[in-house]
């Protein structure tokens, strides 16, 4: 199957999702059912299809498959613990949106329209802030994720049209523009600014910060990890090929990305040491990351595609596992105040479990595929003494994980967040209301006797074939009458298992997606070989 039924899907399940926003229900039902189905899809393409349309083409290819594999399947657990937690109703339609461009332009050969996609699905996140009615912390929200991608986007598409396209092989000249460092160098500077800012990369940090404070926390994991992931990949595609070569004449530009990677790694550590609520740990957790893709670019070519395109899906996976982890373990405690969880690993064991997993997936271990991604993007960029400082600086994120481990393993207190502890009872449930034609909907079907069938008046039975198919269509209507009230019921009976074990389910579907990072830095997802094909836009830079 090629990519287009899984972009025509995303994009449809969205706008209905939207469109149906008043009913709640119903753009609940739609969200999920589009999530769904754009999973199964996503599945089902083919790396290595070719789909002609006008003067372009869309390239279909295992890499870009696996992101949407990936961006669906944990875009859909997270959805169902934001509906057991703090459910926000257009949070399933802004993933659908955001994955169907950010896949788009995964396999679009032009580089150019490539990142013009990626800011359409990074613009897709706003939809977050589309809840009415429409207040000041949704417009804080859309303000500054607007701002954020369309910088970034603008300064991306300068710089891609400045660079001009990559000169053939065995061309004589030193890549595009020969002659024009300069231009060059700025053009270089211009897409990494713009992928660490939309990753909130340190000093570029502040709005990422206030956005975690602010925005809906089932939507962090698509406006700080996957949607900026997306953006990153078709960057480093697509100047992959034009600086290769060029890296003697952009020694001073490597050496301010350099940097800019290394402070991001040290000072998102401390960032996060000194927060004091679960929301800007996971904020600035992601931002000290994606120092590593920032140090991707500064050897940029082809050789770093492999383990920076690596990194950066392992990262998505394990930052999404992060989002979740803490939207429960907020929920289940009552509290976001991280001095306030004195024994939540005693108190809630598959959260402790968790936990443990995603640290694995995030920093990895000798041997597994993070742990080596990280290393050959440390080796790419820098060299001893300097590497040895680097990779210090990366596994600093260690502390801020120790202590979190430490209040974890405490005795818990007689009090958390300054209440009683004895039982802790997760808040009424959060489903969405049903708005008014569906309770008359619901009342019309409450008028049944115990077992389930509605009292008909007798009527007098009337002789001849008439009366017989006015006794078998009142038989049918009594049947179907019955398989409704059942099928009510037991709705009614898997609304109550919901309710009494949401707290259980959410906590289980944390460490699914802790488990799926996991196996993800092993190497065990296909991760490794699907980043070391050539994406579709460096492909066709490479080409005569």
Do not use: C
Request: net charge positive; aromatic share 6%; charged share 15%.
């Amino acid at each position: 199957m090629s990519f287009l039924p899984f972009f025509v899907i995303t994009l449809g399940a969205a706008t209905g999702a939207l469109l149906t926003r008043r009913r709640p229900r119903v753009s609940l039902l739609v969200g999920f059912i589009g999530l769904s189905l754009a999973f199964v899809t996503a599945l089902a393409i083919r790396p290595g299809e070719t789909l002609v349309i006008g003067e372009g083409a869309i390239v279909t290819n295992g890499y870009g498959r696996l992101f949407l594999v990936l961006g669906t399947g944990s875009g859909l657990l997270v959805s169902i613990i934001g509906l057991a937690t703090s459910w926000q109703r257009n949070v399933p339609a802004a993933i659908l949106a955001s994955l169907g461009w950010t896949g788009l332009a995964l396999a679009l050969p032009d580089p150019l329209t490539a990142v013009a996609a990626t800011v359409a699905g990074g613009l897709a996140g706003i939809f977050v802030t589309l809840v009415a009615p429409i207040d000041e912390r949704g417009v804080e929200v859309g303000a500054r994720e607007l701002r954020a991608v369309a910088v970034a986007g603008s300064l991306a598409l300068i710089a891609i049209i400045g660079l001009g396209p990559a000169p053939a092989p065995n061309s004589v000249g030193a890549g595009p523009n020969a002659g024009a460092s300069g231009a060059i160098g700025l053009a270089y500077l211009a897409i990494v600014v713009a992928v660490a800012l939309r990753f909130g990369v340190i000093p570029f940090h502040a709005w990422a910060g206030r956005l975690s404070q602010s925005a809906p926390d089932a939507a962090l994991p698509l406006l700080l990890a996957w949607a900026p992931a997306g953006f990153a990949v078709v960057a480093l595609a697509g100047i992959g090929s034009s600086f290769a070569g060029s890296g003697g004449s952009l020694g001073l530009e490597r050496g301010l990305v350099v940097a800019l990677g290394a402070v991001g790694l040290l000072f998102g550590t401390f960032a996060v040491w000194i927060q004091d609520d679960l929301e800007h740990v996971v904020g600035y957790s992601i931002a000290q990351d994606a120092g590593f893709v920032i140090l991707a670019f500064a050897t940029p070519g082809p050789e770093t595609w492999q383990p920076a395109r690596t990194w950066i899906l392992v990262f998505a996976l394990a930052k999404t596992a992060l989002a979740a982890w803490a939207l429960v373990l907020r929920t289940t405690h009552g509290t976001r105040r991280i001095d306030h969880l004195h024994g939540w690993a005693r108190r809630s064991p598959v959260l402790g479990v968790a936990f443990v997993l995603l640290i694995l997936a995030t920093i990895g271990w000798p041997g597994s595929t993070s742990w080596a991604a990280r290393l050959d993007l440390v080796g790419w960029s820098v060299t001893d003494p300097l590497r040895t400082l680097v990779i210090l600086a990366a596994l600093s994120s260690l502390l801020y994980y120790g202590k979190l481990a430490g209040i974890g393993l405490r005795v818990p207190g007689d009090e958390v967040g300054g209440r009683p502890v004895a039982r802790m009872r997760w808040p009424r449930s959060l489903q969405p209301p049903a708005s008014a034609a569906e309770r008359v909907d619901e009342r019309a079907g409450e008028e049944v006797d115990g077992d389930g069938t509605t009292e008909e008046p007798v009527r007098p039975a009337r002789p001849g074939r008439t009366g017989d198919r006015i006794a078998r269509t009142a038989e049918v209507v009594t049947v179907a009458r019955q398989s409704l009230a059942r099928g009510r019921r037991l709705v009614g009976q898997l609304g109550h298992t919901w309710h009494v074990n949401r707290s259980l389910i959410a906590s289980l579907l944390v460490l699914v997606l802790a488990s799926a990072a996991f196996l993800g830095a092993a190497g065990w997802l296909g991760i490794p070989d699907a980043a070391g094909e050539a994406p579709p836009a460096a492909t066709s830079q490479l080409s005569p």
